[in-house]
């Protein structure tokens, strides 16, 4: 993968964002919007100064998207079946 700034930054950004909004649920709009508006910022920085192509960062984006779905979705799978 050509642009892992961008692929590391969706990851980080979006767990991050997960965190904060399970603490925060009143602020859940702001808190995703921000880690969207400093992902897009990576991006664009990454595309400007590396001379990446917008491919490149979009399928960055869609496979650190899905393996976020994928962890952040087995997390909640697994506190749901946990035993209190």
Known sequence: MRLRHVAASSAFYGVLAAYFAGRFPRFRKAIFSAAALA???????????AGHYLGDALAALAASGAWLAICLGSVHAWHAARPR
Do not use: D, E, H, T
Not at 39 to 49: C, D, K, Q, Y
């Open 39 to 49: 992902v897009l910022l990576v991006a664009v920085a990454r595309m400007a100064l």
